[in-house]
């Protein structure tokens, strides 16, 4: 495999082996988790987050550093890539509620979950392990495993609880900056020492490479490892692959999946966690974020202008993050669709039955 890993402090993964785990009573059959080398905790939580505001992370967080984006209703906090990419997992709380920011590393992808669980506040940490090439949890207060993808518990004392999704975008941080200038951002004070802004992975996020740790069969509809974003619905699930947007700058697809109406925003200008050594320095891949096109009952109708993107009906000036930075509807937020964003090999596996966004697709689906 023509692929660089570059582990600072973990040797884990470059001597990582696929190797089945013992069969045992689980909601799944147990040996289709693999060891991905690390111990237990081996990748360490950061279990008591400290934020700084934005212009105290100018210094080594730059404009197209890509950062995961949760919005609360009083609070709204960015977590950088650069920082998860070595800690996977934030136990936190929003607006007072208790949250899990987590990051795959080999499926490229990011959830956060509501973490309070039948009256209590759970504490993730890592297992180590994978299932379908995306991690798998514990949770400290009963060790039972949970899915990254779907919050699902599938072994031990809570098997079959199930914790919410929450809504959460991944963009830049001069995305982010633009949209919420008071806003907080996780700060490098995580109690461990690590070469934050390093990135260990090099070149883990070409596109037509096989994804490492993984034994399933791929979907070839598209490279493996094309960012998509992926949306679920009862009726069905659907992939916007970035290849879509081609060389747009700025990109909007309305689309309508079964009877909801989304819109898909897309912009340059959100580097890679997983390419160069330096993710500051890293390529540009872009952003998508997936939004509910109703404000207060009114249908909007976007496009994409040259410094964000504007809606038909007012000329107001939105940002990726849904947020109208000026103009009549100045202020507003748009309801953000639940999604991943993520690699298509994790996405296609877990739901094999996707279909592929295109224009053809559209009469289809409406």
């Not at 890592?126 to 599938?154: A, E, M, N, P």
């Not at 109703?294 to 009906?313: C, M, Q, T």
Request: with cysteine.
């Amino acid at each position: 495999m023509d692929i660089l890993l570059l582990i600072v402090g973990f040797a884990f993964i470059a001597a990582a082996v696929v190797k089945p785990i013992a069969a045992d009573d689980s909601l799944i059959d147990i040996r289709e988790l693999t060891d991905g080398g690390p111990p237990p905790d081996g990748i360490p939580s950061i279990d008591n987050p400290i934020f700084l505001k934005n212009d105290k992370v100018e210094e080594w967080l730059s404009n197209r550093d890509p950062v995961i984006v949760l919005r609360g209703k009083r609070e709204v906090k960015a977590y950088p890539l650069q920082i998860l990419i070595w800690h996977e997992i934030v136990n936190d709380f929003l607006d007072g509620r208790a949250v899990a920011v987590t990051y795959s590393v080999m499926s490229n992808s990011v959830v956060a979950m509501d973490r309070h669980i039948l009256g209590n506040d759970l504490e993730f940490g890592t297992t180590g392990k994978l299932f379908k090439g995306t991690s798998v949890y514990y949770d400290r207060q009963t060790g039972s495993y949970w899915l990254h993808y779907s919050g699902l518990c599938i072994r031990g004392e809570m098997a079959a609880a199930k914790m919410e999704l929450l809504p959460v975008l991944v963009t830049s941080f001069r995305e982010y900056r633009k949209s919420y200038p008071k806003g907080e951002v996780l700060s490098r004070y995580t109690g461990h020492r690590r070469k934050y802004g390093r990135n260990p992975y090099v070149r883990y996020g070409r596109p037509d490479e096989r994804p490492l740790l993984f034994l399933g069969e791929l979907d070839n509809r598209i490279l493996p490892k094309e960012k998509i974003v992926g949306v679920s619905h009862d009726l069905g699930k659907i992939a916007y692959p970035y290849s879509l947007f081609g060389g747009d700058y700025r990109r909007v697809i309305h689309d309508e999946l079964w009877g909801l109406e989304v819109v898909v925003f897309y912009s340059r200008g959100t580097n890679s966690p997983l390419d160069a050594a330096s993710i500051s320095f890293s390529r540009d891949i872009g952003s998508a974020a997936v939004f509910c096109p109703y404000l207060e009952g009114k249908r909007l109708h976007f496009y994409a202008g040259e410094e964000g993107f504007k809606d038909r009906e007012t000329e107001s000036n939105w940002s990726m993050l849904g947020k109208c930075l000026t103009g009549r509807l100045e202020g507003k937020e748009l309801e953000i669709i639940k999604h991943h964003d993520t690699f298509w090999f994790a996405w296609s596996t877990l739901f094999p039955e996707t279909k592929i966004y295109s224009e053809e697709l559209v009469q289809i689906l409406s």
